[in-house]
């Protein structure tokens, strides 16, 4: 669901992002500042779920994964502190320089980080090392130059990563269970090991993380 359907979004076609004509802009300066962009992310919040989204996840999460057939998968690998990911490119949107990000009175913190600006469409930006659970020393948890924008069915989310090092493709075929150790752990969401560049690389499983991406948002 796109921000135009959710809000009124006056800061793409008068406000910042658009020709600037706003009245209220030699007030508050930047459209961030003004109430109707705060009412927005507000409703990010407290929207109701579209009609059949509860069923729709129940559904995708309790079914049983179908063999994978052979071929090729394409997928954009990043690095999350110490660890290589990936995640299929029909999950991904965009990568972006590392913006600004607008905390939320009394909901940032946490797994939340706050929400961002990806062209005019007011969008969270959750911590990935928390939900996935990868833990960062002090320097990977502040040198997170870029961000990783994925697709959802019903919108974007922004993720903070340590680098993205490309689109790769690789034979389905060599993808393997994740080891003991891995699948024990809060790693949870990889779906499969394989090998680039001789280091392993998790890739995520994608239903099960927007699934806790989407908790995130709520308390």
Not at 143 to 165: S, Y
Request: glycine share 8%.
């Amino acid at each position: 669901m796109s921000s135009s359907q959710r809000h009124d979004d006056c800061w793409n076609r008068i406000g910042v992002f658009g020709d600037k004509s706003c009245p209220e802009l030699g007030e508050v300066n930047h459209c961030r500042s003004c109430p109707v962009y705060g009412r927005a992310g507000s409703d990010l919040f407290d929207r109701e779920p579209p009609e059949g989204y509860a069923a729709k996840w129940t559904q995708l999460l309790a079914e049983e994964k179908e063999a994978r057939s052979a071929g090729l998968l394409s997928v954009v690998v990043f690095r999350l502190g110490d660890e290589l990911m990936a995640v299929r490119t029909a999950a991904f949107h965009s990568v972006r320089a590392e913006r600004d990000i607008h905390s939320v009175p009394h909901r940032t913190g946490g797994k939340l980080l706050g929400l961002a600006n990806i062209q005019g469409e007011i969008v969270p930006c959750v911590s990935a090392a928390q939900v996935i659970g990868v833990e960062m020393n002090g320097s990977d948890a502040e040198d997170r130059a870029r961000v990783l924008v994925l697709r959802d069915v019903d919108g974007l989310w922004v993720m903070p990563v340590n680098q993205v090092l490309g689109v790769i493709r690789f034979d389905a075929q060599e993808l393997s269970s994740p080891p003991v150790t891995v699948a024990k752990s809060p790693m949870t969401f990889t779906r499969g090991m394989f090998t680039w560049k001789r280091r392993d690389v998790a890739l995520l499983d994608e239903e099960l993380l927007f699934a806790a991406l989407a908790r995130s948002l709520h308390p």
